[in-house]
């Protein structure tokens, strides 16, 4: 079983930074691929980015490559989403979510564990 905290949201303007933390607690972090999933009002929840176990492998979305990084700390059981450059269109209830399976990086489905969400607000 693992639980999984997010923090780091809030409310910003455009243009500007933020980084999320999700902090894991229970076994087997370090060998789950890890994921961030965003979540809008009235639209699907979608896929961001996702890192492997040991962090060689990082999946990104087309659309925010270049502007979101993933990374994570194994000996501190975190990971994390740096956003920059921030637009309107990025405001969503943003969730991370763990793994086990290391499949599927990009599918919701694959997914078995999940964060409570930390709302990101970019005013524009």
């Known amino acids: 079983q693992v639980q999984l905290v997010e923090s780091g949201g809030g409310l910003v303007q455009a243009e500007s930074s933020l980084r999320l933390s999700c902090a894991a607690s229970?076994?087997?972090?370090?060998?789950?691929?890890m994921g961030w999933f965003r979540q809008a009002p009235g639209k699907d929840r979608e896929f961001v980015a996702a890192?492997?176990?040991?962090?060689?492998?990082?999946y990104y979305v087309d659309s925010m490559k270049g502007r979101f990084t993933i990374s994570r700390d194994n000996a501190k059981s975190t990971v994390y989403l740096q956003m920059n450059s921030l637009k309107s269109e990025d405001t969503a209830v943003y969730y991370c979510?763990?793994?086990?399976?290391?499949?599927?990086?990009?599918?919701?489905?694959?997914?078995?564990?999940w964060g409570q969400g930390t709302q990101v607000t970019v005013s524009s």
């Open positions: 979510a763990a793994n086990p399976n290391n499949n599927w990086p990009a599918k919701s489905d694959a997914y078995d564990y």
């Open positions: 229970g076994r087997g972090f370090s060998r789950y691929t």
């Open positions: 890192i492997s176990g040991t962090g060689d492998r990082l």
